[in-house]
Every structure is written in structure tokens, then in C-alpha cells.
């Protein structure tokens, strides 16, 4: 038997939540288009029969943090170093290389192994790819390489390969059936979250966060399982509340309708979903509401 912590970090916005769901092979990653929509640190377990790989999906690495939950966000990528058996770090091939990028002084901190991985190929031609892979070893000390396109899933099954012939041998950390640590209340939270930075542009994803004042398991008049969820959108200002609710309530009724859909998708039952939005002046420089908040 063998197992391991498998922590993922990388800049905002390079596939690492993508690669994650791509690897355990469910949605647990929140993902958008637009940067820095991981926050949190994440785990996905995945459970074979002879392994288990505890997988960590991390914020991106803000280069030039501008509030202190930026700065909190950096501290899980920095926490991630000190408790991996093997580190990946995904690099995405459409970006420019960077000499002054952050994490080059993260990586080298690493003492377990570290696997660059090289994602989006399929958006480059085979000679960036190359380039790209030297100008990375010639900074940090990498054990191994792989080229993927985690979206594409090309490339991905190598990698748990190659993930698995690092792991030590030891007894599983979870159950067999044990995807996560985090509670369904996290996951709904993230849900909501993933659809206002969908729906929404500019200043706005960035300026809420979402959180579940109530989740209850109950039951239809039919007898079906109901989960009744309260959830407060908090905004950093009062003239962001009618642009998140939108004319008659029109942004933030379709905000939940698609919320509702992914949260019976993943709580596999019917949802009554309540949004309610509410000011929280600078939340993000906030050390109490931060905390609150799981930062």
C-alpha cells in the first residue's frame, strides 16, 4: 500500500484546480476564467486499491499582495512546502516567463520531490513547450518533468502514474469512500462563489465572499431529501449591492438558479436555495472577519 500528500501550487489562473478534478476525477475545485478564484486551501483524496493520494489544491501565488487575505492566501502556498511528499508545480505555457516570479523562491525551499508540470499544451507549439521546460530547470532544481493540458485531460494519466511511483508506502490517511476534508457547507459556499465570478465582471467577484448562515437536511411534502440553505453574499461596499442584485432582483435570481442546479448535482438531492447580499466594509484587510471567513 502505498500513500502521500500530493500538494499543487503554481501562479493564479495556470490549471491548478482544473488539474486537481482532473486527477481525482471529480469536481472539487472550484474554476473560472479569471484569476486568483482559488482561495482556500483545498484537499481531494483519491483511493486506489493498493494506494491513496491526498492531493492539496492551492491559491494561486500573489506576486504583489494587495490585502492581507492575499497575504494569508500566499501563506497556504508557503505551508504546503513543509508537509508534501511530492510537489507539483504547474506552469502554464501561455505565460510569460518571469524571472522575478515569487515562486521561484518557494520552489527552492522544496525538499521532497518536485515535478514541473508543463500545462496547456495544447494551446502552443512543441518548441515553447521545450523552452519553456529549460528555462524552468535552469532556475529550480526539478526531479522529473511532465507536459499536459489538464482541461484537455491529455497527458493526465501519465502523471498520476508517475505521482504514484513517488509515493512512500504507508496506510491510507481516510476512508476508502473519503473525497475531501472539508464540509458540505464548504462546498456550497464555493458554489455560489463560482457563479459570481461567471456572472459577474470587473470588481465584483473579487469584493464578495459567501457564507452559509444555515444548512439543514430536511424533506419534501413527496418525503425526497431537502437541504435548505441560507447563504449571505457579503460585498465591501453599499454601491455593489444593486449590481450583484441586478433590476427586480434579476442578476441575483439568476445567480441562484444556477447555483441550485450545481448544488443538487452535488449533494445528489432537491435544494432550496435563500441569497441575501450584505455590506462588510473591507473584509479583505479584516484579521476577525478573515478568520470568519476561513482565512
Same mark, same amino acid.
Given at each position: 500500500?502505498?500513500?502521500?500528500?500530493?500538494?499543487?501550487?503554481? *501562479?493564479?489562473?495556470?490549471?491548478?484546480? #482544473?488539474?486537481?478534478?482532473?486527477?481525482?476525477?471529480?469536481?472539487?475545485?472550484? %474554476?473560472?476564467?479569471?484569476?486568483?478564484?482559488? !482561495?482556500? !486551501?483545498?484537499?481531494?483524496?483519491?483511493?486506489?486499491?493498493?494506494?491513496?493520494?491526498?492531493?492539496?489544491?492551492?491559491?494561486?501565488?500573489?506576486?504583489?499582495?494587495?490585502?492581507?487575505?492575499?497575504?494569508?492566501?500566499? !501563506?497556504?502556498?508557503?505551508?504546503?512546502?513543509?508537509?508534501?511528499? &511530492?510537489?507539483?508545480?504547474?506552469? =502554464?505555457?501561455?505565460?510569460?516567463?518571469?524571472?522575478?516570479?515569487?515562486?521561484?523562491?518557494?520552489?527552492? *525551499?522544496?525538499?521532497?520531490?518536485?515535478?514541473?508540470?508543463?500545462? @496547456?499544451?495544447?494551446?502552443? =507549439?512543441?518548441?515553447?513547450?521545450?523552452?519553456?521546460?529549460?528555462?524552468?530547470?535552469?532556475?529550480?532544481?526539478?526531479?522529473?518533468?511532465?507536459? %499536459?493540458?489538464?482541461?484537455?485531460?491529455?497527458?493526465?494519466?501519465?502523471?498520476? #502514474?508517475?505521482?504514484?511511483?513517488?509515493?512512500?508506502?504507508?496506510?491510507?490517511?481516510?476512508?476508502?469512500?473519503? &473525497? #475531501?476534508?472539508?464540509?458540505?457547507?464548504?462546498?456550497?459556499?464555493?458554489?455560489? !462563489?463560482?457563479?459570481?465570478?461567471?456572472?459577474?465582471?470587473? /470588481?465584483?467577484?473579487?469584493?464578495?465572499?459567501?457564507?452559509?448562515?444555515?444548512?439543514?437536511?430536511?424533506?419534501?411534502?413527496?418525503?425526497?431529501? &431537502?437541504?435548505?440553505?441560507?447563504?449571505? %453574499?457579503?460585498?465591501?461596499?453599499?454601491?455593489?449591492?444593486?449590481?450583484?442584485?441586478?433590476?427586480?432582483?434579476?442578476?441575483?435570481?439568476?445567480?441562484?438558479?444556477?447555483?441550485?442546479?450545481?448544488?443538487?448535482?452535488?449533494?445528489?438531492? @432537491?435544494?432550496?436555495?435563500?441569497? #441575501?447580499? @450584505?455590506?462588510? /466594509?473591507?473584509?479583505?484587510?479584516?484579521?476577525?472577519? &478573515?478568520?470568519?471567513?476561513?482565512?
Amino acid at each position: 500500500m502505498k500513500s502521500g500528500f500530493v500538494n499543487i501550487i503554481g *501562479k493564479p489562473n495556470v490549471g491548478k484546480s #482544473t488539474l486537481m478534478n482532473a486527477l481525482v476525477g471529480e469536481r472539487m475545485s472550484i %474554476i473560472s476564467h479569471k484569476p486568483q478564484t482559488t !482561495r482556500h !486551501r483545498l484537499i481531494g483524496i483519491l483511493t486506489g486499491e493498493d494506494f491513496q493520494v491526498v492531493f492539496s489544491d492551492t491559491p494561486g501565488y500573489v506576486k504583489k499582495p494587495s490585502y492581507r487575505m492575499h497575504e494569508t492566501m500566499n !501563506r497556504f502556498v508557503e505551508g504546503t512546502v513543509e508537509d508534501a511528499d &511530492l510537489m507539483l508545480f504547474v506552469a =502554464d505555457m501561455t505565460d510569460e516567463l518571469d524571472p522575478e516570479n515569487p515562486v521561484i523562491e518557494v520552489l527552492k *525551499k522544496v525538499e521532497c520531490p518536485l515535478l514541473l508540470v508543463l500545462n @496547456k499544451t495544447d494551446l502552443v =507549439d512543441p518548441q515553447r513547450i521545450v523552452d519553456a521546460g529549460n528555462w524552468w530547470r535552469n532556475r529550480v532544481k526539478f526531479t522529473d518533468t511532465m507536459a %499536459i493540458s489538464a482541461l484537455r485531460g491529455v497527458g493526465t494519466a501519465e502523471l498520476l #502514474t508517475k505521482i504514484l511511483a513517488f509515493l512512500p508506502e504507508g496506510d491510507p490517511f481516510y476512508p476508502p469512500d473519503q &473525497l #475531501t476534508d472539508r464540509p458540505e457547507r464548504f462546498f456550497a459556499s464555493e458554489i455560489i !462563489r463560482e457563479k459570481i465570478f461567471h456572472l459577474y465582471d470587473d /470588481e465584483i467577484p473579487y469584493s464578495c465572499e459567501v457564507g452559509i448562515e444555515s444548512f439543514k437536511e430536511t424533506q419534501t411534502k413527496a418525503g425526497e431529501p &431537502l437541504a435548505r440553505i441560507l447563504a449571505v %453574499i457579503y460585498v465591501m461596499r453599499e454601491s455593489q449591492k444593486p449590481i450583484l442584485i441586478g433590476k427586480g432582483g434579476s442578476a441575483i435570481k439568476k445567480l441562484g438558479e444556477k447555483a441550485r442546479a450545481d448544488l443538487e448535482a452535488f449533494l445528489q438531492c @432537491k435544494v432550496y436555495l435563500e441569497t #441575501t447580499v @450584505k455590506v462588510r /466594509e473591507n473584509w479583505r484587510d479584516n484579521d476577525a472577519t &478573515l478568520q470568519r471567513f476561513g482565512y
